[in-house]
């Protein structure tokens, strides 16, 4: 699919070149915008929620579009505090009538189950029995719909009324993100229902975004990149050039807007580091390739969060792939590890707190020594714990600058990653979130690489260590099935390797 009304790319390149915005400013992108375009005096609440009743009470095809119109345009005229207060009421006042499923169930547990008996004559009363059980049961599933489903339903074939739902799910989770009302949380959990449903697979359309595409499509590309900020127009050029991909999820009644997109590097071999992927200049020719990388996937709409688009979106990808280059036989991604340091700093820093319940020594002898003789003078006094959480602390990251505590970091810290991606869960479940991602779509983990990241993102977030996680094809529906039911992590034998020797004593 391309999106329509292209526009030289030339007409924005100096808005491209002056892009920065940070991860909270894209995940708020597609509000702004919509907002942006519906500009207007502030909407009256009162109006608003009348526009919302009609919208969901009446029938007549001509007043419904007018009245679907009213309300998506008078919402995004809202205030915050307007819009919280209308999607409340939308929880509480248009749920399912409580007191009717109550007396259906009554109804229906009054009823007298058939006997049983396999003659003719007990066959036709059975029947007679059952079709009072099968009235009851229609009624009562009517019944158990709230009334906001007709709304969302209308909204959903309304023109524009998906991009709105979108917007109002991120609305609500902003809000219960503030207060967790139980009535809030049941409207966002039946209209991610909905949009899993009306975003499934079937009903998206993949695109390899290529610098051809409308300028507004790059623009976005460029503004929606969430892992690898893309600094400049050449380096935009350079990810859609040769050797790269871009692949990209679209949905028809969203027309030119990206729901969801990944980056591929073509490369001989697994990459190693972010630097090998962004500045392989000039790339390899792409019929010596036989590695497709996935270094960046952005999801674009907040009001999408928990929506699995990614995993349909690389197993689409892997069959294009291997269905256009069949030289690519490895499909690996080269991925950040966001939470490594909030899990391993609060680790370090218990070692001032020796009568904590929860302090275990982290460090091997032979790596405390050499930690310590790293240091040296610089930390004389402190243990190796206290001089890794001091040095990993800081914004100034001054350790990546010494050869020697480099050297000394580096098999510790390969070896504490090793544990927190195999061993550190949350309800089975990989405590981190990429992790968790690749993992539940039947990837394995491959390797960690070392200073695979300097960025000041990467140190902060993982001491600039990133992984490889390998997408098996023929391992894929088996890993997932594996890590769903058990929260099996596969990982290779480098990998686990890490974990021989593990410190366990308390301190």
């Known amino acids: 699919m391309r999106p329509r009304n292209p526009i030289s790319p030339t007409t924005i390149t100096s808005r491209i070149n002056q892009i920065q915005f940070s991860p909270l400013d894209v995940g708020r992108i597609a509000s702004s915008s919509n907002q942006d375009a519906n500009s207007r005096s ?34 995004l005229g809202l205030s915050e505090e307007s819009r919280r207060a209308l999607l409340l009421t939308l929880a509480r006042e248009y749920d399912l009538n409580r007191a009717q499923v109550r007396e259906m169930m009554k109804q229906y547990l009054g009823l007298e189950l058939p006997s049983g008996d396999k003659t003719v004559d007990s066959a036709f009363e059975e029947e007679g029995s059952l079709s009072a059980f099968y009235r009851i049961e229609r009624n009562l599933r009517h019944s158990l719909k709230p009334v906001y489903e007709v709304l969302f339903e209308r909204l959903n074939t309304h023109p524009g009324g998906l991009r709105f739902l979108t917007i109002m799910r991120s609305d609500i989770l902003d809000f ?73 999820y679209f949905h028809p009644s969203i027309p030119g807007e990206p729901l969801i997109f990944i980056e591929v590097a073509l490369m001989k071999s697994v990459a190693g580091s972010i630097k090998e992927v962004l500045w392989d200049d000039p790339p390899i020719p792409e019929s010596e390739a036989n590695c497709a990388v996935f270094y960046s996937i952005s999801s674009t709409q907040p009001g999408l969060s928990g929506i699995n688009l990614g995993k349909f979106l690389i197993k689409r990808v892997i069959d294009v792939v291997r269905k256009d280059m069949s030289n690519i036989t490895t499909f690996a991604t080269l ?83 090793a544990r927190y991606l195999l061993k550190e869960k949350k309800r089975q479940k990989a405590l981190d979130s990429v992790g968790n991602f690749h993992l539940q779509n039947g990837a394995m983990i491959g390797r960690i690489n070392w200073m695979a990241d300097r960025s000041v993102k990467g140190l902060k977030q993982s001491a600039g260590l990133m992984v490889n996680y ?34 366990c004593e308390e301190i």
């Open 335 to 417: 991925s950040p590890i966001p939470g490594f340091m909030q899990w391993l700093l609060p680790k370090l820093s218990s070692v001032r707190r020796p009568d904590s319940a929860f302090s275990e020594n982290l460090l091997m002898p032979k790596e405390e020594k050499e930690i310590l003789e790293a240091a040296n003078e610089l930390m004389k006094g402190k243990d190796g714990m206290e001089i890794m959480w001091t040095l990993l602390s800081s914004n100034d990251h001054a350790w990546t600058k010494s050869e020697k505590l480099s050297n000394a970091f580096r098999i510790p810290l390969m070896r504490l990653c």
């Open 176 to 248: 219960l993100m503030e207060e967790n009302f139980a009535s809030l949380r049941a409207l966002d959990s039946y209209l991610k229902e909905k949009l899993s449903t009306w975003l499934s697979p079937a009903n998206l359309e993949l695109h390899n975004v290529t610098w051809d595409d409308p300028a507004s499509l790059l623009e976005k590309i460029v503004v929606y990149e969430a892992v690898h900020p893309i600094s400049n127009l050449l380096d935009l050029k350079r990810r859609l050039g040769v050797g790269r991909r871009c692949f990209a």
């Open 42 to 75: 502030p909407a009256d609440p009162e109006r608003v929620r009348d526009s919302m009743h009609f919208a969901t009470a009446m029938s007549k095809p001509e007043s419904l579009d007018v009245a679907l119109d009213d309300f998506s345009v008078g919402y």
């Open 470 to 503: 390998i997408y098996m094809v023929e391992n894929i529906e088996e890993n997932a099935q594996a890590y769903f039911i058990s929260g099996k992590v596969q990982a290779s034998t480098e990998v686990k390797s890490y974990l021989d020797e593990e410190p």
